[in-house]
């Protein structure tokens, strides 16, 4: 059995994103989605959802967020996340990383994640701030 990953950095999914501030609204400028996770705009919030099998052992997934100067985000998710123990004993990996312009604002809001009996998280979640960014 082989585990989920690609030949580029074990990445299993990953989520780039781009926010500029419109007309009265944020708009998305960038998007990038591959492998398990995917990112949906609506009018009120950006949300994280699952494209495909949850997270287990020794899968890899990283969210990359730009947020203009001036610009306001809110990204939230659908529901819970299920990770599970994968065939193999290793840590899944999780990444976030979001970089906030000038006086630019994210809520991060997504549900909290489930954790079957085994797994090994490893996240690492890390913002850039611009002057005033919230």
């Given at each position: 059995m082989?585990?989920?990953?690609?030949?580029?950095?074990?990445?299993?999914?990953?989520?780039?994103a781009a926010v500029a501030s419109g007309a009265g609204a944020a708009r998305l400028t960038t998007l990038s989605?591959?492998?398990?996770?995917?990112?949906r705009a609506t009018p009120d919030a950006l949300y994280l959802v699952g494209a495909g099998a949850?997270?287990?052992?020794g899968d890899e997934t990283a969210v990359h967020l730009a947020v203009a100067d001036d610009a306001t985000a809110r990204v939230a998710s659908v529901g819970a996340t299920l990770?599970?123990?994968?065939?193999?004993?290793?840590?899944?990996?999780?990444?976030?990383?979001?970089?906030?312009?000038?006086?630019?604002?994210l809520e991060w809001a997504p549900e909290p994640g489930i954790a079957a009996a085994g797994w090994r998280p490893r996240a690492v979640t890390v913002v850039h701030t611009g002057t005033t960014a919230a």
């Open positions: 082989s585990r989920t990953t690609t030949p580029e950095g074990g990445l299993v999914g990953s989520v780039t989605c591959s492998g398990v996770l995917a990112l949850h997270p287990v052992g990770a599970r123990r994968g065939p193999f004993d290793e840590p899944s990996r999780h990444h976030v990383e979001a970089c906030l312009g000038a006086r630019a604002a």
